[in-house]
């Protein structure tokens, strides 16, 4: 798969988890904080592939595309605040919906931008071979990316390479953590609800007199 092609299969898995949070009920807590989670992960995943390896080769390739370029980071950088502030918060907040929302804006807006204007111009400056070469590389990338998203890291070379390399070995430490305390929880939910029986109703109490006489 070459690089735009996946870059754009990402695109299409965002926007589907978009689309069902937007479906999803007003209560629908649960299911609203697992998409959320789905989302952090996949578009901090997405976020670094970009900055690690699609960007540098772009601005490589042609400085005429230095400004989207940098367009795209400073995105990056907003949409990676919004998450790293979602990724703790219970879906009952009161803003937790609202910081939904403003993400899925941005998102919008960066890949419409992104698909509209720079993949094109990407098109133009690399041949196939070479975005097919680009596209393993990214692929390479997601399996040593960070999950969790990091605002405060750098997001151009080389410092980017080294930050995201430790910051992924930290992620997957709290990705583990989290799951440990999750299943946990859904453990003592089991156990508390096997306990929980029904109480019996108390002995009928009898007054003196009350024995059927003989």
């Known amino acids: 798969m070459d690089a735009i092609a996946l870059l754009k299969t990402d695109h299409k898995t965002v926007?589907?988890?978009f689309r069902r949070f937007e479906k999803a009920g007003a209560n629908a807590h649960k299911l609203k904080r697992k998409l959320v989670e789905q989302m952090v992960l996949e578009l901090s995943v997405h976020a670094a592939i970009e900055e690690q390896v699609f960007y540098p080769a772009v601005?490589?390739?042609?400085?005429?595309m230095k400004e989207e370029v940098l367009r795209s980071l400073e995105e990056h950088h907003v949409v990676k605040w919004v998450l790293s502030e979602l990724d703790e918060l219970p879906a009952e907040a009161e803003r937790f919906d609202a910081k939904v929302y403003v993400l899925m804006?941005?998102?919008?807006a960066h890949v419409l931008e992104e698909e509209g204007t720079l993949f094109p111009e990407v098109k133009k400056a690399f041949r196939p071979q070479e975005l097919r070469e680009?596209?393993?590389l990214l692929e390479s990338a997601k399996q040593a990316a960070p999950t969790r998203p990091h605002p405060m890291a750098p997001d151009t070379p080389p410092a980017n390479l080294v930050a995201g390399a430790v910051s992924a070995v930290m992620d997957i430490g709290r990705d583990a953590l989290r799951a440990a305390r999750?299943?946990?929880?859904?453990k003592v939910r089991e156990v508390t609800g096997r306990g929980e029986k029904t109480p019996k109703p108390p002995a009928p109490e009898y007054e003196a007199g009350d024995a059927a006489s003989p």
């Open 15 to 17: 926007e589907q988890l």
């Open 59 to 64: 601005r490589t390739r042609s400085e005429s």
């Open 105 to 108: 804006e941005n998102v919008r």
């Open 134 to 136: 680009l596209g393993g």
């Open 182 to 186: 999750r299943k946990a929880t859904t």
